[in-house]
């Protein structure tokens, strides 16, 4: 089946400007993650979401991130006025649950260059 | 706060050459240490889930192991196409203890 796809593959823009990214999960899949891969960094976690709910924000690097997910389905991450130091990779995965036992599934990822 | 520390840095195999990757950990309450390969380009690939010190896992040429401070992951004969980024992350209590914590990962170059 399916995996999960996010789009764009890649994205340069501008400092001071908004980029949003999206994620498509696998299909019946009601947990949903962030994270991102900066060079030489490790994959550093954002948010979850539980369904359509994000219970806990605090892994967003500052306010000018924020996420959202509806219908259970598509998550979108939005930065705004990107600043060179967002330049990274951002992983979008899902799992069937939230349980330790439930793999999480990456996609490819969305290469941000901020320029 | 959970810590992850791989080791080493990058390894350089000749075919049929096994060694071992480490991974040591510090985590507040283990709900599961996972391993994942990434090749460039590409999202990490799930290979393993370990839950419990003396635990084991084998998959083709790898087989990974858990104690209570750290896991190894054994590649016996590799050939070039295990060349990839191996990356080790524990769940634990923090991060409301649904996120992964991540490494920064063994680059694994097997030459012909």
């Known amino acids: 089946g399916a995996g999960v796809s996010q789009s764009p593959s890649n994205k340069v823009t501008e400092k001071g400007k908004d980029v949003e990214l999206r994620c498509d999960p696998i299909s019946g899949h009601t947990a949903l993650y962030w994270y991102r891969q900066s060079l030489g960094q490790g994959l550093e976690f954002l948010i979850y979401?539980?369904?359509?709910?994000?219970?806990?924000k605090s892994g967003l690097p500052s306010d000018r991130f924020s996420a959202e997910r509806t219908g259970g389905s598509v998550s979108t991450l939005t930065i705004q006025r990107t600043q060179q130091e967002d330049s990274a990779v951002y992983l979008c995965?899902?799992?069937?649950?939230?349980?330790?036992?439930?793999?999480?599934?990456f996609g490819p990822g969305t290469r941000l260059t901020v320029t | 706060e959970d810590q992850v520390t791989q080791s080493p840095e990058a390894l350089r195999l000749q075919e049929g050459e096994s060694s071992s990757l480490n991974c040591s950990y510090t985590?507040?309450?283990?709900?599961?240490l996972f391993w994942y390969r990434q090749d460039p380009g590409k999202g990490p690939e799930f290979l393993f889930t370990l839950y419990s010190a003396g635990e084991e896992k084998e998959k083709e040429r790898l087989k990974a192991t858990l104690t209570k401070k750290e896991s190894f992951l054994h590649i016996t004969a590799p050939k070039p196409e295990d060349s990839a980024t191996y990356l080790c992350?524990?769940?634990?209590?923090?991060?409301?203890?649904?996120?992964?914590?991540f490494g920064k990962g063994t680059s694994l170059l097997v030459t012909p």
């Open positions: 985590v507040s309450g283990l709900r599961g």
């Open positions: 995965a899902s799992s069937a649950g939230l349980a330790a036992s439930y793999e999480q599934y």
């Open positions: 992350a524990v769940r634990g209590n923090s991060n409301s203890g649904y996120a992964l914590n």
């Open positions: 979401f539980q369904g359509n709910s994000a219970p806990d």
